[in-house]
């Protein structure tokens, strides 16, 4: 069964950095990719990054040049840092994965619990 924790959520300022961390436990499953998804009440669910295995990465418009996803296959672990954070950067964010290779990732069939950031002043 894959478990995915979240963890490094918290409470900053307009403009500083945070960064999130996702431990993964996929048993005999390859992760073929992990991402981090956000959700804030009133707004559409967003899909913040991916990384699939072999490296490749793809940012939502809203983070790209702020936010890096980054991930270490060794230590089945996914990080997310956070730059530059605005209040509309605000939400739950979920750790997601999926094992299946060439997936869109549109439907993602495992889910971290969430972890709260939360950005003001």
């Known amino acids: 069964q894959v478990q995915l924790v979240e963890s490094g959520g918290g409470l900053v300022q307009p403009g500083d950095s945070l960064t999130l961390s996702c431990a993964a436990s996929?048993?005999?499953?390859?992760?073929?990719?992990m991402g981090w998804y956000r959700q804030a009440p009133g707004k559409q669910r967003e899909l913040v990054a991916s990384?699939?295995?072999?490296?490749?990465?793809k940012y939502a418009d809203s983070v790209k040049g702020r936010f890096s996803i980054s991930r270490n296959n060794a230590e089945n672990t996914a990080y997310l840092q956070m730059g530059s954070l605005k209040p509309e950067d605000t939400a739950v964010y979920y750790c997601?994965?999926?094992?299946?290779?060439?997936?869109?990732?549109?439907?993602?069939?495992?889910w971290g619990q969430g972890t709260q950031v939360t950005v003001s002043s």
């Open positions: 997601v994965a999926d094992i299946m290779s060439g997936t869109t990732f549109t439907d993602p069939p495992y």
């Open positions: 996929a048993g005999p499953f390859v992760l073929y990719i």
């Open positions: 990384i699939t295995s072999a490296g490749t990465i």
